[in-house]
C-alpha cells in the first residue's frame, strides 16, 4: 500500500485494525478495536467506536458519537448520522458473559441513511437506499427505500435513491422510477 492509498489517522484516534481501508481518515477520539473491518473511503468522525467483529463497507460516512458492535455490518455508501447508536444483545446481563455467536446480527444495506440519535435494535436489517428518521427506535426490519420514523419506527413512504420522497406514482424528479416487490422486501427500480 502506498501512503497515497493508507488510511487518515488524526494524532488523537486509536486505530487497532489493521483491516481499515485506502483514504478512510479515522478523525480525533475514534476508536477501531482489533477484528474491526472498514472499508476504503470512509469517514470516521470524532467519538465513533468501532468493536472488534463489526464491518463496515466502502464509502461509509459515520457522524460524530456511532457506536457500531460486534455483529454489525454496514454495506457500501451508508450515512450513519451522529449518535446514532446499535445494539447486539437483546437481553442484555452484566452478570452474563455471552459469546459472540449468541449476539444477534445487524446488516445495514448499501445507500441507506440513519438520522441523528437512532437506536437500531439488533436482528434487523435495514433495506437498501431506505432512510430511517432523526430519533427513531427500529425494532423489525426496514424494506427497501422505506422512510421510517418514530418510536417504534413505522413506514411513513418511500424514498428514490437520491434521497427524495417518492409519491404514490413511485417516480421522481430525477428520472428513477420504482415498482413495490412487497411491503417486506420495498421498491426495485423499474
Known amino acids: 500500500m502506498t501512503a497515497a492509498d493508507a488510511p487518515i489517522l488524526h494524532e488523537l484516534a486509536v486505530c487497532e485494525s489493521d483491516t481499515v481501508g485506502a483514504r478512510t481518515r479515522v478523525w480525533a477520539f475514534a476508536h477501531v478495536l482489533p477484528g474491526a473491518v472498514v ?3 470512509c469517514n470516521l468522525c470524532d467519538h465513533v467506536f468501532i468493536e472488534g467483529g463489526a464491518r463496515i463497507g466502502d464509502r461509509v460516512t459515520v ?3 456511532v457506536l457500531i458492535w460486534d455483529g454489525v455490518t454496514v454495506e457500501d455508501d451508508v450515512f450513519l448520522g451522529p449518535a446514532v447508536v446499535f445494539t447486539n444483545d437483546l437481553v442484555p446481563r452484566a452478570h452474563i458473559k455471552r459469546s459472540r455467536k449468541e449476539f444477534l446480527t445487524t446488516v445495514v444495506r448499501s445507500g441507506a441513511s440513519v438520522g441523528a440519535n437512532a437506536t437500531i435494535v439488533c436482528g434487523n436489517t435495514i433495506g437498501a437506499h431506505s432512510l430511517v428518521g432523526a430519533g427513531s427506535v427500529v425494532v423489525r426490519d426496514v424494506p427497501a427505500h422505506a422512510l421510517v420514523a418514530g418510536n417504534p419506527a413505522r413506514r411513513l413512504g418511500w424514498v428514490c ?9 413511485l417516480d421522481c424528479g430525477c428520472g428513477l422510477g420504482y415498482r413495490l416487490v412487497s411491503e417486506r422486501d420495498g421498491l426495485e427500480p423499474t
Open 39 to 41: 472499508g476504503v473511503d
Open 63 to 65: 457522524k460524530n458519537n
Open 161 to 169: 435513491e437520491c434521497g427524495e420522497r417518492l409519491d404514490a406514482t
